[in-house]
C-alpha cells in the first residue's frame, strides 16, 4: 500500500522560511516524477513545482508565482521529496499538498497524479 506523508507546515513571518517534507513508501520512489501543489482559501488547487525524469535526466518546474524562492528536491536513499520555501509572502498562504505520478502524463495536470498526501496548511501572516 502507497502512503505519502507531509510535514513541515506552519506558521511564518513575511520573508521567513520553511520547508515541507513528503515522505513515500510502497513504491519504487526513484521511478517517479514529484509535485508539489497548493489550495488557498476560496481558491482552486494549483501547481507549485515539479521533479520528474526525462531521458536525459531529471528537470524541475516552478509556477511564476514561487520561482526563484521555492526549491524542490528528492533524496531517493530516504523516499523523501522537499520544498524548501524562502522569502514567503502572505499570498503564499494555503494547505501544499505533495503528488506522485508515473513518467505518463503532464506534470502540471492534477489528474495525473496517482497519489497525493494530506496536506500541510502554510500560514505567512504577521
Known amino acids: 500500500q502507497v502512503r505519502v506523508v507531509e510535514s513541515g507546515g506552519g506558521t511564518v513571518l513575511p520573508g521567513g522560511s520553511l520547508r515541507l517534507s513528503c515522505a513515500a513508501s510502497?513504491?519504487?520512489?526513484?521511478?517517479?516524477?514529484m509535485g508539489w501543489f497548493r489550495q488557498a482559501p476560496g481558491k482552486d488547487r494549483e501547481f507549485v513545482s515539479a521533479?520528474?525524469?526525462?531521458?536525459?535526466?531529471?528537470?524541475?518546474d516552478y509556477a511564476d508565482s514561487v520561482k526563484g524562492r521555492f526549491t524542490i528536491s528528492k533524496d531517493n536513499a530516504k523516499d523523501t521529496v522537499y520544498l524548501q520555501m524562502n522569502s514567503l509572502k502572505p499570498e503564499d498562504t494555503a494547505v501544499y499538498f505533495c503528488?506522485?505520478?508515473?513518467?505518463?502524463?503532464?506534470?502540471?495536470?492534477?489528474?495525473?497524479?496517482?497519489?497525493w498526501g494530506q496536506g500541510a496548511q502554510v500560514t505567512v501572516s504577521s
Open positions: 510502497g513504491l519504487i520512489f526513484s521511478a517517479y516524477d
Open positions: 521533479l520528474s525524469w526525462t531521458w536525459s535526466g531529471s528537470s524541475v
Open positions: 503528488a506522485i505520478k508515473s513518467l505518463i502524463g503532464s506534470y502540471y495536470d492534477q489528474k495525473a497524479y496517482d497519489y
